[in-house]
């Protein structure tokens, strides 16, 4: 349970994640989509209950420890959260040379892992551009090439296609399924954006008020007889 100012915004959620699965989290906003993310890596603390990641209970792990969790843990921020000073090389390269597993590498082998990880979203030709050369979509393009550096085991995507146009949603969703085929990753996906959820989620959990309101694949919870739920279906 986590509340702010006395209002439960999270109430009882409890989920598993499968290796290999694409989970969707789907709800408007203000249903405790994010605050559920936050708490899974530790940037925030739930009021009461337990979070398990990778077999270890994240509130009780010491400070190696929980480094040691995220770094095996993609997250994909709305916005891409590139740093406008630096090129998408060097953004790249940054979070890289500070893991423990990377940082002794040469920077030429550093190098090709920033080139392959941009060749796997599209942006080969991006590598020496500033984020504001790019577009919203090239931006979360390359926030996902960075997450890539550390060969995440799980990716957190938060709201992936919030502010894109139709056609770039449309690749985004396929870049989502691209990236599990080719690393073979699971994955959390943080949605309000119900074709989003249909394209890239093996398992969906809807979200109202805090709670879990309903569970299954595409088509089960479309099927649903619940007013809440039906109302993603019926925009």
């Known amino acids: 349970m986590k509340t702010f100012e006395g209002k439960k915004v999270i109430d009882g959620v409890s989920f598993s994640l499968f290796e290999g699965e694409n989970l969707v989290l789907l709800g408007k906003s203000g249903t405790g989509k994010s605050v559920i993310m936050k708490c899974i890596v530790r940037l925030m603390e739930p009021d009461s209950g337990s979070i398990e990641v990778f077999g270890k209970d994240i509130g009780h792990c010491r400070d190696h420890e929980l480094a040691e969790i995220r770094s095996r843990i993609g997250y994909l921020f ?129 979200l109202n008020n805090g709670k879990i309101i309903a569970e299954g694949s595409f088509a089960e919870v479309k099927e649903m007889n619940n007013e809440e739920v039906q109302l993603f279906f019926n925009q």
């Open 78 to 206: 709305q916005e891409g959260a590139l740093y406008d000073s630096m090129s998408i090389k060097e953004n790249l390269l940054f979070p890289a040379r500070r893991n423990n597993g990377l940082r002794k590498l040469p920077e030429k082998k550093l190098y090709e892992l920033a080139e392959k990880n941009l060749t796997s979203v599209g942006l080969e030709d991006a590598m020496d551009k500033m984020p504001s050369e790019l577009s919203g979509g090239m931006k979360k393009r390359a926030g996902l090439a960075r997450s890539l550096m550390l060969s995440p085991e799980l990716i957190i995507y938060d709201e992936p296609t919030t502010g894109l146009d139709p056609f770039t949603s449309v690749a985004i969703n396929n870049l989502i399924m691209q990236i599990r085929a080719l690393y073979n990753t699971s994955a959390i996906i943080i949605t309000h954006d119900i074709k989003c959820a249909e394209v890239t989620g093996d398992r969906l959990l809807v």
